[in-house]
């Protein structure tokens, strides 16, 4: 078991899997020359990125968040202003300093290898890190792989097929489950809520305080890049000359007249989700859920349906966090949430299949309602393709966000209005995303090799 509020990471955009992930490996490879006393030795430094990392991590911001790992920083706590004036000193200078103490030269064009060529073995987003000391000795070789949701494991993990991340592996919690039938069973047994189960087996990674300060802190996190996103205007970088909308969108929302409630709750909705991505594709803060590319829809039903007149009621966001982290461990566990192995089903597919459960919880749905409810967010974005135009998360993710927004709103009425035993288990939608991934042709696999990724450009 891992907890939920490693599935809800504060990072940065466009990607979790390009960008946050990438950066913490980095980081954490260099923190051992650090922990060692090593890191003086360190002339050189040279990183390999391939598959999925290569082919679209020009526009994921891979190269850069490289850079930035380099340099020490954390995707939690950077100061992303900071750290874009240090990217451009190395641009220019040839110069980096090495974990914040130490000074080596580096030149991107040189040392940052896009191997489009390489197809890694284990996962479809490979790295290779070699590091060099003065007279062009290698020091020491570390092969990684960035899993999705920001989460990554090294090459000997990943081929004993242990499913594990820096973070604490094999915890002990009160409440294990591995499935969602498991999960369900738990719930009748001791006649709690999937929030209760969940927040139990949080106690075993930190105290309870803890916990809610954690929560609070992601729901909030959340907000701040709606607001964020609703003030910001102008182009979104990476070269499709993408113009923001949702400031414009939000003016407009508030003075024009609407013919009904329905189109209200739309209209917010799509608002909310697309100023998020419009956050993330900036390159800009924002939380993981469970991946950057799918960021939009949690907090865009948050906003709406856990606030009152714009204040956040955090008895609400947490038990909405609390039974969507629990649903996306399911997936985590049994799947994956990585665009690059599942297609966008396994991003978008899964923030709306969480959103759903998190809504249906908050709307007083029972167990069973609430895996209906994240079934049927999943079983509609089965087969949803990742093929990002330009290597950009801009389209279609932007919009795709805000329209798997409504659709985890409809996902949790449906199930509250629909049979207690529905045909379809969460499980089986769950193994079905797994096995459409598996034979998915790679290029709608987040290498921007077919699609829309294709066929924009091609007129």
């Known amino acids: 078991?891992?907890?939920?509020?490693?599935?809800?990471?504060?990072?940065?955009?466009?990607?979790?899997?390009?960008?946050?992930?990438?950066m913490r490996i980095v980081n954490s490879f260099v923190q051992e020359f650090v922990a060692s006393?090593?890191?003086?030795?360190?002339?050189?430094?040279?990183?390999?990125?391939?598959?999925?990392?290569?082919?679209?991590?020009?526009?994921?911001?891979?190269?850069?968040?490289?850079?930035?790992?380099?340099?020490?920083?954390?995707?939690?706590?950077?100061?992303?202003?900071?750290?874009?004036?240090?990217?451009?000193?190395?641009?220019?200078?040839?110069?980096?300093?090495?974990?914040?103490?130490?000074?080596?030269?580096?030149?991107?064009?040189?040392?940052?290898?896009?191997?489009?060529?390489?197809?890694?073995?284990?996962?479809?987003?490979?790295?290779?890190?070699?590091?060099?000391?003065a007279d062009g000795d290698e020091l020491r070789?570390?092969?990684?792989?960035?899993?999705?949701?920001?989460?990554?494991?090294?090459?000997?993990?990943?081929?004993?097929?242990?499913?594990?991340?820096?973070?604490a592996a094999g915890r002990k919690v009160a409440y294990p489950f591995t499935s969602a039938a498991e999960l369900l069973e738990i719930c009748e047994s001791t006649e709690q809520s999937v929030a209760q189960i969940v927040a139990a087996n949080e106690l075993a990674f930190?105290?309870?305080?803890?916990?809610?300060?954690?929560?609070?802190?992601?729901?909030?996190?959340?907000?701040?890049?709606?607001?964020?996103?609703?003030?910001?205007?102008?182009?979104?970088?990476?070269?499709?000359?993408?113009?923001?909308?949702?400031?414009?969108?939000?003016?407009?929302?508030?003075?024009?007249?609407?013919?009904n409630e329905a189109e209200a709750l739309m209209d917010w909705l799509?608002?909310?989700?697309?100023?998020?991505?419009?956050?993330?594709?900036?390159?800009?803060?924002?939380?993981?859920?469970?991946?950057?590319?799918?960021?939009?829809?949690?907090?865009?039903?948050?906003?709406?349906?856990?606030?009152?007149?714009?204040?956040?009621e955090k008895r609400k966001a947490r038990e909405f966090l609390l039974t969507a982290g629990g649903v996306g461990l399911l997936y985590k566990q049994r799947a994956s949430i990585s665009g690059a192995e599942m297609g966008c089903q396994g991003e978008v597919g899964v923030a709306c299949s969480m959103a759903a459960a998190g809504l249906a919880a908050v709307w007083g749905g029972e167990p069973k309602q609430i895996a209906a409810a994240a079934e049927i967010g999943m079983e509609?974005?089965?087969?949803?393709?990742?093929?990002?135009?330009?290597?950009?998360?801009?389209?279609?993710?932007?919009?795709?966000?805000?329209?798997?927004?409504v659709k985890a709103v409809n996902a949790a009425r449906l199930a509250l209005h629909g049979e207690c035993d529905p045909k379809v288990s969460l499980d089986q939608v769950i193994e079905t995303m797994r096995q459409t991934g598996l034979d998915?042709?790679?290029k709608y696999k987040e290498t921007s090799l077919g699609g829309l990724a294709v066929n924009v450009v091609a007129c």
């Not at 790992?69 to 992303?80: A, Q, R, S, W």
């Not at 907090?299 to 709406?304: A, N």
């Not at 974005?381 to 798997?404: F, H, K, S, W």
């Open 380 to 405: 509609h974005n089965l087969g949803l393709t990742c093929d990002p135009v330009g290597g950009l998360v801009q389209i279609p993710c932007i919009e795709r966000n805000a329209l798997a927004a």
């Open 440 to 442: 998915m042709s790679n």
């Open 141 to 167: 070789q570390g092969e990684y792989y960035s899993t999705g949701g920001g989460f990554f494991a090294s090459a000997a993990v990943l081929a004993a097929q242990t499913d594990t991340d820096q973070i």
């Open 1 to 22: 078991m891992i907890s939920t509020l490693d599935l809800f990471r504060i990072g940065i955009g466009p990607s979790s899997s390009h960008t946050v992930g990438p």
């Open 270 to 312: 799509n608002l909310y989700a697309m100023a998020v991505n419009e956050e993330n594709a900036g390159g800009s803060r924002v939380v993981t859920a469970p991946t950057n590319g799918a960021a939009g829809v949690i907090p865009s039903l948050i906003r709406h349906y856990c606030c009152n007149e714009g204040v956040l």
């Open 37 to 133: 006393g090593e890191l003086t030795e360190i002339a050189r430094v040279e990183i390999q990125l391939q598959g999925s990392l290569a082919l679209t991590g020009l526009g994921h911001g891979t190269l850069d968040a490289c850079l930035m790992g380099l340099c020490g920083y954390e995707p939690e706590t950077i100061d992303i202003a900071e750290a874009r004036s240090a990217i451009a000193s190395i641009r220019s200078d040839h110069r980096l300093l090495l974990a914040g103490e130490h000074w080596i030269g580096f030149d991107p064009r040189r040392d940052l290898d896009l191997a489009c060529e390489v197809i890694p073995e284990l996962h479809p987003n490979g790295m290779l890190i070699t590091i060099f000391d």
């Open 206 to 259: 930190r105290e309870q305080d803890e916990v809610e300060a954690g929560l609070d802190r992601v729901a909030t996190e959340m907000m701040n890049c709606i607001a964020a996103g609703l003030s910001e205007t102008g182009i979104l970088p990476g070269g499709l000359a993408v113009r923001r909308r949702a400031r414009s969108m939000f003016e407009k929302l508030q003075t024009q007249e609407r013919a």
